[in-house]
């Protein structure tokens, strides 16, 4: 089994309801767990992961790894919303990983409302990590078609281009399929 794993997919994915159901396994198979999230996520619990399906786990909460070091008895570690976390990060998961042995698996978006990969997702395929793509269908009303891309609106409904890519919540974003964000970003005929 590879050391490095990356969970990624659109909002609403599951993403984080994957991990806590992964940290519940783990734990019932008596592995010590260690479940991180990035301080910057305070959406719902300071302390806790929680799915918007209702599950929720405890975390710890880091502004950063740099001064993190999982015990010694910890077999996995798991990673929410790592897209938040720098570059540097997942160079220190990749040692976590690699020198010490264990298990690190991360969870979060690859690219942002603007097709760009996110700086530690970036990192995270640099190194390697198994991919592992989490699926969802399009949000806009009646298509079926598989969600790659996320759509950020502003409080008129008008497609936001530009800015702070770090921003949490998922009332401003619709997840779409490559036809719909092309035909509403970039205002391009959508074909069916």
């Known amino acids: ?67 993190y070091a999982p015990a010694p008895q910890t077999k996995v570690i798991l990673v929410d919303e790592v897209q938040f976390f720098a570059p540097s990060d997942i160079d220190k998961l990749v040692h976590i990983a690699d020198i010490q042995g264990k298990i690190v698996m991360c969870y979060g978006l690859m690219v942002d409302s603007n097709e760009e990969l996110f700086p530690a997702s970036k990192r995270l395929i ?25 759509l950020r609106f502003d409080t008129n409904g008008q497609v936001i281009r530009a800015g702070d890519q770090f921003v949490l919540g998922d009332s401003n974003y619709k997840s779409v399929c490559r036809a719909h964000y092309n035909a509403l970003y970039h205002k391009k005929s959508k074909t069916r």
């Open 126 to 150: 640099e190194v390697g990590a198994k991919l592992h793509r989490m699926d969802s269908n399009c949000q806009i009303d009646g298509c079926m078609k598989l969600a790659t891309h996320h």
């Open 1 to 67: 089994m590879a050391n490095l794993h990356f969970h990624y997919g659109v909002m609403s994915s599951s993403k984080s309801a994957a991990l806590i159901i992964n940290a519940y396994n783990f734990k019932h198979n008596n592995n010590q767990v260690e479940v991180i999230k990035p301080s910057f996520d305070s959406r719902f619990a300071a302390q806790k992961i929680v799915s918007r399906i209702g599950l929720e786990c405890d975390a710890m909460a880091m502004p950063d790894l740099r001064a």
